[in-house]
């Protein structure tokens, strides 16, 4: 378009518009925000790929994430090393995801490991405990909450083996009508 | 129970052996699309190799499929789409695949740039997205449904505009000659209009604006200043009253494919899927959640109102079990009860009708009479029938939501059941008014009207049905705008000032989306029934729901507290849009009605020439040659007619057959899967079973199994977890029983 920006080669421009659901232009106000999270870390100049990523505690203190109930564990799900250390390419691929034009299938696997505390790819009894307690402030009484978890359970799962395995949510998920726009961050 | 015990084999709590399955495998691989997950389920029950030539297998699967899918669709992390899109340019794949792709990119370019274009050019990006993050997307729905209410208006205004009003107003630049439409003559053709006052005072004038009487009457606005039949351009004839006819039909049948495209994502999801109380909790939990939420008050009131759905939820379980226990005594005092309310209901429906009716009346004769009163009176007189309206709609919501709670229905019922009547309500209330102005305008003195309606009292009736519409429109604004100013924000200091215990108890102003939906649909009715005797009203429509995003975009940031009742963003579009079409064939009604049964005025108007003002088509069709001709009247004859609904019918019954079918297999994979689930417990116990009596009495590895496909399973699992048989050597008491 003949913007004469020296943060990204074309080629790699290119690479991230095919590979996530920003545009351009959104690609480079992205990196403006990475950027300013810490200025003295991120280089300006990202032609030569630099080896750059950014701790949990600078990422989750984003207006965006600030008041997200679940905010570690998704800065985490999007981290290769899973202690929530982002590089550009992981920070692009979060918003990617949580955009708006990204299919639900993929929402569906972050969402899995998002809700999914304990990393053992199952939502067993522990992990919902830990979801709804995040979800109202910890004021269900015990009951209540057992009573929420069962019902929850009972309803998705489809082996019986009293927690979620993953093709059980995912079925969940296809009948959830909500799911696509409220699993969602504007950025 | 010890089935757990068998699964829980390691210390970690993790149990090897599931962990080996290739469902497990794959999900932890997470590089294959969803529509494969399903064919690989096959595969492995026809494979029995070893466990690195079958993941080899699957992943030559795999990639099959993931050649044809652009990169960006491809359900993987980033890193592997990179090295995904450098393996793809790196191949130099055969032309006609990469033209494929090349082809794709182009369009993709193109189609982002019409979307940056498009992101420009949207209204009020920017409040839309602050009210967003202060109270997630129930309520952003209702500001969505506002911006395509003024996108809809301004698009019928400038249909209007483009084929009524232009030609009109160019025709005194160009050298065209018009043919004025003129009746013959007669009683019927003499135009009273008020009197034209000398000095008209300042106050008159303020009533003439409001009320679109006197100088206000003979201007663009009303249909009575539509009086060119035929303009005679050099090259070609305009028609300008058919085309004023043509036009009421295309904004009708304009507004009808919007609203069913928009509504069509909605109804395909609700037809589909089960009732919303399936699934309730793992919504609630796993989708409940907006991930827009910016502010930190906002984000506190999201969570009590988590709280608060999840104890209705919890609620609404134990109603429906309380239900379920009824004796038949309680559920004969429960539907007594239920009568005697809906007939009391009844009752106050049929006061306010007739109120209107009365309204109406009384302002219509105060208007023949012209008795001056004083400026107020006037002004009361002449806004009465919508004073009345607006008292019955403030009135009824409050009354039908306190007796439904003594008709003991469960609560999502209630909310729905309340809403359908105040819809009922608010749109038959214009029904009334419209009824008891036509009985008005027909009605002569003696028997028979021989101009079809009565040309003393209305020498112009569409103009006067235009100014009652005008009115209404112009009413329901300053009613909006007094409201906000002097209800709520009084209101507001009152809760915030004032120590008094009823005033807190009382507090802020809720702002109800169901009540505020119906308002705007309200709105949106009249002016629909309204643009065709008054042209200028889509305009006006628009400018009225502009202002009125600001007003409600104040009101609800500084005025209101959002309900503590929550409105799912999916099912509440779909609502408005189906109430939106209910008020759209409402309003359709009076509008083919009055073209089709009541005399045009011959005073007035375009179709003065004309008997009715549908006239005009077939006097103009009847000026087509032959063959159109015939083929126009063939169209519309009985033959065609008959044959087209059948074939309709049957198309109907065929997609809705269809989907019954969807639905029954659906149900049934679902029920499979589950079997499968639990085919693969059971399997797994007999397994681990098994190995334990093997490892009791030792024998050959192959020969021990049961199943042809345990020896993969048993070296590799031997081989793999050797902590796990250490643990199957001191089995827990209770599995002694099997």
């Known amino acids: 378009m003949g913007n004469k920006q020296t943060i990204f080669t074309d080629e790699q421009l290119d690479a991230y518009q095919d590979c996530t659901f920003f545009t351009r232009k959104e690609i480079l106000r992205l990196h403006g925000r990475y950027h300013e999270l810490a200025p003295h870390l991120v280089p300006m100049d990202y032609t030569n790929e630099p080896d750059c990523k950014l701790p949990l505690a600078l990422i989750v203190d984003m207006p965006e994430l600030k008041e997200n109930p679940f905010r570690n564990r998704i800065v985490e799900s999007f981290s290769e090393d899973g202690m929530g250390n982002l590089s550009f390419n992981e920070f692009v691929d979060m918003f990617s995801v949580l955009s708006e034009t990204a299919p639900r299938e993929l929402k569906a696997i972050y969402a899995f490991k998002i809700y999914d505390f304990n990393v053992d790819n199952y939502l067993c009894k522990e992990d919902l405990e830990k979801t709804l307690n995040r979800l109202t402030k910890e004021e269900l009484t015990p009951e209540e909450v057992d009573l929420v978890c069962e019902k929850t359970i009972d309803e998705a799962d489809l082996d019986g083996d009293n927690k979620l395995s993953y093709s059980d949510f995912e079925n969940m998920i296809s009948r959830a009508p909500d799911f696509l726009s409220t699993f969602h961050i504007r950025i | 129970m010890e089935t757990d015990q068998v699964f829980f084999t390691d210390y970690s709590g993790r149990n090897p052996l599931?962990?080996?399955?290739?469902?497990?495998?794959?999900?932890?691989?997470?590089?294959?699309?969803?529509k494969w997950r399903g064919t690989r389920r096959g595969r492995f029950s026809s494979s029995d190799s070893q466990k690195g030539a079958e993941s080899s297998f699957r992943r030559n699967e795999a990639a099959e499929e993931m050649e044809l899918l652009p990169i960006y669709a491809l359900v993987q992390p980033m890193a592997e789409k990179r090295r995904e899109k450098r393996r793809r340019l790196g191949k130099g794949q055969d032309l006609s695949r990469w033209e494929y792709w090349k082809g794709n990119y182009v369009f993709r370019q193109m189609r982002e740039n019409a979307k940056v274009l498009q992101n420009h050019l949207q209204l009020w990006k920017k409040d839309i997205r602050l009210i967003e993050g202060m109270f997630g997307t129930g309520i952003l729905s209702y500001f969505y449904f506002l911006r395509f209410l003024v996108m809809l208006n301004l698009a019928i205004?400038?249909?209007?505009?483009?084929?009524?009003?232009?030609?009109?107003?160019?025709?005194?630049?160009?050298?065209?000659?018009?043919?004025?439409?003129?009746?013959?003559?007669g009683n019927c053709s003499s135009y009273k209009i008020g009197n034209p006052r000398a000095l008209p005072n300042f106050h008159e004038q303020i009533t003439d604006l409001l009320s679109g009487e006197g100088f206000m009457e003979r201007t663009y606005l009303f249909y009575g200043f539509y009086n060119m039949d035929k303009i005679h351009f050099p090259h070609f004839t305009y028609n300008l009253s058919l085309a004023y006819l043509l036009t009421t039909v295309a904004y009708l049948l304009f507004s009808l494919i919007w609203i069913v495209k928009r509504s069509a994502t909605g109804f395909k999801r609700s037809l589909v899927q089960n009732e919303d109380c399936f699934q309730s909790f793992c919504n609630k939990i796993f989708a409940g959640w907006d991930f827009c939420i910016t502010n930190k008050t906002t984000a506190k009131l999201k969570k009590s109102i988590m709280l608060n759905e999840l104890r209705i939820d919890l609620e609404e379980e134990r109603v429906r079990q309380k239900i379920a226990e009824r004796s038949r005594t309680e559920r004969l005092r429960i539907y007594f009860i239920r009568f005697v309310l809906n007939v009391f209901v009844i009752g106050v429906l049929a006061a306010c009708f007739y109120s209107i009716y009365l309204a109406t009346s009384?302002?219509?004769?105060a208007e023949m009479n012209k008795k001056k009163v004083n400026f107020l009176m006037d002004l009361i007189t002449e806004y009465l029938p919508s004073i009345v309206i607006t008292l019955a709609n403030f009135i009824t919501p409050v009354l039908f939501s306190f007796i439904i709670n003594f008709e003991d229905y469960s609560p999502s019922f209630e909310i729905r059941f309340t809403l359908m009547r105040c819809v009922f309500m608010r749109l038959t209330s214009i029904g009334v008014l419209l009824l008891s102005l036509w009985r008005k305008i027909t009605r002569c003195d003696d028997a028979f009207c021989e101009c079809g309606y009565n040309p003393d009292l209305y020498s112009c009736w569409e103009s006067r049905v235009g100014q009652e519409m005008y009115k209404l429109t112009i009413f329901d604004f300053i009613i909006i705008a007094a409201v906000t100013i002097f209800v709520e924000f009084p209101r507001k200091f009152l809760v915030k000032y004032c120590n008094c215990q009823l005033i807190k108890f009382w507090g802020d102003q809720e702002f109800s989306i169901p009540q505020n939906v119906l308002q705007i649909v309200y709105g949106q009715t009249i002016c629909w029934i309204g643009t065709f005797y008054c042209p200028l009203l889509p305009a006006i429509c628009t400018i009225k729901y502009f202002l009125m995003f600001y007003i409600k975009k104040t009101s609800l940031l500084h005025n209101c507290r959002p309900s503590v009742r929550p409105f799912r963003a999916s099912r509440s579009t779909f609502f408005f849009l189906v109430v939106l079409l209910i008020g759209l064939i409402l309003a359709s009604l009076p509008v083919v009605i009055s073209v089709a049964q009541i005399n045009s005025s011959k005073a007035c108007g375009p179709f003065m020439n004309y008997t009715t003002s549908w006239e005009v088509l077939p006097i103009a069709v009847s000026q087509l040659p032959d063959g159109v001709q015939r083929f126009l009247s063939f169209l519309s004859s009985e033959t065609f007619a008959a044959s087209f609904f059948v074939v309709t019918f049957l198309a109907m019954f065929y997609v809705i057959a269809l989907a019954r079918g969807y639905k029954k297999v659906i149900s049934q994979l679902r029920e499979q899967l589950t079997m499968?689930?639990?085919?693969?417990?059971?399997?797994?116990?007999?397994?681990?079973?098994?190995?334990?009596r093997s490892k009791f009495n030792p024998k050959p590895p192959g020969r021990s199994s049961r199943s042809p496909r345990s020896p993969s399973y048993h070296t590799s699992f031997a081989y793999n977890h050797p902590e796990a048989m250490r643990l199957a050597d001191s089995p827990p008491p209770s599995s002694t029983q099997v």
């Not at chain 2, 599931?18 to 969803?34: E, I, V």
């Not at chain 2, 483009?162 to 630049?173: N, R």
């Not at chain 2, 009384?362 to 004769?365: G, P, R």
């Not at chain 2, 499968?676 to 334990?692: M, T």
Request: proline residues 4%; charged residues 15%; glycine residues 6%.
């Open chain 2, 18 to 34: 599931l962990d080996q399955m290739p469902s497990y495998q794959a999900s932890l691989n997470r590089g294959m699309t969803a």
């Open chain 2, 157 to 185: 205004f400038l249909l209007m505009f483009a084929f009524v009003m232009l030609p009109m107003i160019i025709v005194p630049h160009t050298s065209a000659n018009v043919t004025w439409s003129q009746s013959g003559g």
């Open chain 2, 362 to 365: 009384l302002s219509q004769d």
């Open chain 2, 676 to 692: 499968e689930g639990r085919d693969r417990q059971f399997l797994i116990q007999r397994l681990v079973i098994a190995q334990r």
